[in-house]
């Protein structure tokens, strides 16, 4: 073992020694606080960073280097087992990277600073521990604790109907993992309860094609069953149509950095399950119902953008373009092409950063004015003529918004781009509607930026300041990470193209 072997449990263990730091500072000294907490998440983000800088491209499985494998119950052949690939790198490095922003722009928090910053690093921990798991017991137990930090952090620290939102995040994300939780002890049986019953990497390569499963007095594809079964669990978290009516409650009630993380990190552990879970374990179910998640995707994204559309808060309208932007991701997946499952991949990566930067500006813009209405409930306008006043704020947003609507030269058009090549030549009806979205994504974005930056200044919005210097300082790497990649991919498609080739490849023999 040598020291990189480490480096995945440094990355992953790092947030937990911010927690307990921060317990043993007293919670009278709320900047100590704040600035371990940035220090410990800084160095976690650099941590990413040299994880990055060592890892080798050409290999399309887990990096040697980097697994880490002890023995952790025994008796059921539980294994401590981290390590990490194309697939899993990007989420890491916007992992990393995102909870050093939400840090920084948390620091105007003065609720029980203490416990808000030791849930945000506790949240952080389990976000890692899903993507670095490659035991499923491991990664359910990840899946499971980020439950916790999530949950107190909108209940307490939430807008004015935050219990409300908090118990429905939980309760819909706990059904889906139930679902995960049966699944996952039926491949523990299947497997014949044996040392790798549990290595994600064992289970994987469609050895439960054939298998069938008596239930209920009658037969079912122990393969179809347990796909629907992860499918659900995963497709909650995206939110895919139907699950997704949690997902708007969550982000308008929870505070900014909450919803940044929300947006930027949590719907990718849905998507991040397909790629690592559901389909490599199910493969020939994942062709089987190939379509019926490219519709799923396809409602995901002209839905999303019609509910964007009738919003009059400008927070809920950002969450429903969430939902619109993550079908895109599932059309990628539902091709199963080499394009397609990079374009959404790569969609994973650039929608964690663009819709970070609107969440974070319609915080900045919360803080100044204490409300969200691009139209207020009486019918007057919320916000008007911010362009005149906020100057460098207003330039932010302009490259957030574009960014989101997928402009040439930003990094949302790449993915999206990629998406449309891998699936046109499969679902060309599919391909052609979505582009409806596309354009609705356009319209409701720029319809909200024309009510709320152009026209005559309001009266209240005279008193508002730009933004500062902390402010620019973590949008700043935002705004680098969208136009770079948006010119020049290729760092991140390095990165992933061979581990995705050969899923691609695996998906290719059913």
Not at 268 to 288: C, D, E, H, Q, W
Not at 464 to 477: G, H, K, Q, S, V
Request: proline share 3%; glycine share 10%.
């Amino acid at each position: 073992m040598h020291g990189s072997s480490h480096l995945l449990n440094w990355i992953l263990w790092m947030p937990f020694i911010g927690v307990l730091g921060n317990l043993l500072i007293p919670g009278s000294k709320k900047n100590a606080i704040r600035y371990w907490s940035l220090i410990n998440t800084a160095i976690t983000f650099i941590l990413t960073l040299v994880l990055y800088k060592n890892f080798d491209t050409s290999v399309a499985g887990m990096q040697e280097a980097y697994n880490f494998s002890i023995p952790w119950i025994k008796q059921f052949n539980i294994f401590y087992t981290v390590g990490v690939d194309g697939i899993s790198l990007p989420m890491i490095i916007l992992t990393g990277l995102l909870f050093f922003l939400c840090i920084l722009s948390s620091w105007t928090v003065e609720k029980s600073v203490k416990g808000y910053f030791s849930l945000f690093l506790f949240l952080q921990a389990s976000v890692f521990g899903v993507f670095l798991s490659l035991d499923f017991f491991l990664f359910y137990v990840f899946w499971e604790v980020m439950l916790i930090p999530m949950f107190f952090l909108i209940g307490i620290w939430g807008g004015e109907n935050k219990e409300y939102a908090a118990v429905k995040f939980f309760l819909y994300t706990f059904f889906g993992s139930i679902l995960m939780l049966v699944g996952m002890v039926a491949l523990y049986y299947a497997k014949g309860k044996g040392v790798d019953a549990f290595n994600i990497l064992a289970l994987s390569g469609g050895q439960f094609t054939d298998l069938k499963l008596s239930m209920f007095g009658s037969e079912f594809s122990f393969d179809k069953l347990f796909f629907v079964f992860m499918f659900i669990g995963f497709a909650i978290k995206v939110p895919v149509f139907p699950f997704h009516t949690w997902l708007p409650h969550a982000h308008v009630q929870a505070p900014t950095a909450v919803s940044v993380i929300l947006a930027g990190v949590l719907l990718k552990m849905g998507t991040y399950g397909f790629l690592r879970i559901a389909y490599p374990i199910f493969p020939s179910a994942s062709v089987y119902f190939a379509d019926a998640i490219a519709w799923l995707g396809l409602v995901n994204v002209i839905y999303g953008a019609f509910c964007a559309m009738a919003q009059t808060d400008v927070k809920k309208l950002v969450a429903y373009s969430s939902v619109s932007h993550m079908g895109f991701v599932m059309l990628g997946l539902a091709a199963m092409t080499t394009q397609g499952m990079n374009g959404a991949v790569l969609q994973m990566f650039n929608h964690g950063t663009s819709t970070a930067m609107m969440f974070l500006l319609i915080g900045i813009l919360y803080e100044r004015s204490h409300h969200r209405y691009i139209v207020r409930p009486d019918g007057s306008k919320g916000f008007g003529g911010l362009y005149t006043q906020l100057p460098k704020f207003s330039i932010v947003f302009i490259i957030a918004m574009f960014a989101s609507m997928g402009l040439p030269g930003l990094s949302g058009f790449i993915s999206e781009a990629l998406i449309f090549l891998g699936i046109y030549e499969r679902y060309t009806t599919i391909t052609v509607l979505a582009l409806i979205g596309l354009l609705l994504g356009a319209a409701y974005l720029l319809w909200m930026f024309k009510r709320m930056f152009f026209g005559d200044v309001i009266e209240e919005c005279k008193s508002y300041t730009d933004m500062n210097a902390r402010e620019i300082a973590y949008m700043l790497p935002l705004c680098v990470a969208v136009i770079v990649f948006g010119i020049y991919p290729a760092p991140i498609l390095n990165m992933m193209k061979a581990s995705v080739g050969s899923l691609v490849k695996l998906l290719g023999t059913y």
